[in-house]
């Protein structure tokens, strides 16, 4: 079955380490997104790509990067580690860009930076 | 801008009640609507959607319709169950907005025997 995986499932680190969160789907889909979960505010984005060297800054894309050099993956990096970062990071992707159309969420990272 | 609200909570009731979830949203354009949950350490999962005025989305015994008039969403359930504990999600996506999704903050819900 198609499915979207991210890895790590848990992830600590320390303020200022550079960490990269994976994210990989088999649903061959164009769209990919990242979210940041937090208390009281909802699933805010991160970054998103609608294809194969196409990345785009999201609502709160400060300290963080993505690259999109096929379709499966879309890896996450912060560049230099914050304890505001620490999160719930969510993954998803669809397959129609340019109407709304629904998204599929990998299971999530929860990451703490100390 | 484009936002959603949701009412805050947590919801908590008794199995078989009825559940209502509200939720608001502010657009430019003509928004199509969604409900997402996520149960416990999980990630989230489309629930029911609707893309036009007064379209009425379902699933697993939930409903919600999309009135314009009041740009509303409210979500509707008749008898909730102790499986229907977790967060819920209204969410908003602009058409021609590249299917980025604006989510409301969420409703914990809470079912009890």
């Known amino acids: 079955d198609a499915e979207i995986t991210q890895s790590p499932r848990h992830k600590i680190t320390e303020t200022g380490r550079q960490v990269t969160l994976a994210c990989h789907q088999t649903w061959n889909h164009n769209n990919m997104f990242w979210y940041r979960q937090d208390l009281g505010h909802g699933l805010r984005l991160i970054h998103y790509s609608y294809g194969v060297q196409d990345t785009n800054k999201g609502e709160v894309s400060d300290g963080y990067s993505v690259s999109r050099s096929n379709t499966e993956d879309l890896p996450l990096t912060l560049e230099s580690a914050a304890s505001s970062q620490t999160s719930v990071y969510f993954c998803?992707?669809?397959?129609?860009?340019?109407?709304?159309?629904?998204?599929?969420f990998g299971p999530g990272t929860r990451l703490t930076v100390l | 801008g484009n936002s959603v609200t949701q009412m805050e909570g947590p919801v908590t009731l008794s199995e078989e009640a009825f559940l209502t979830i509200n939720c608001t949203y502010t657009a430019t354009g003509y928004p199509s609507l969604f409900w997402y949950v996520q149960y416990p350490g999980e990630g989230l999962q489309l629930l029911l959607k609707?893309?036009?005025?007064?379209d009425k989305g379902s699933n697993k015994g939930f409903e919600a319709t999309y009135r314009k008039e009041t740009t509303s969403f409210h979500l509707e359930k008749g008898s909730v169950q102790v499986s229907d504990s977790a967060v819920y999600f209204c969410?908003?996506?602009?058409?021609?907005?590249?299917?980025?999704?604006?989510f409301g903050a969420g409703t914990r819900l809470a079912v009890h025997p």
């Open positions: 609707a893309t036009k005025a007064d």
């Open positions: 969410a908003l996506a602009i058409s021609g907005g590249y299917n980025k999704l604006i």
């Open positions: 998803a992707s669809s397959v129609i860009a340019g109407r709304p159309d629904t998204q599929y």
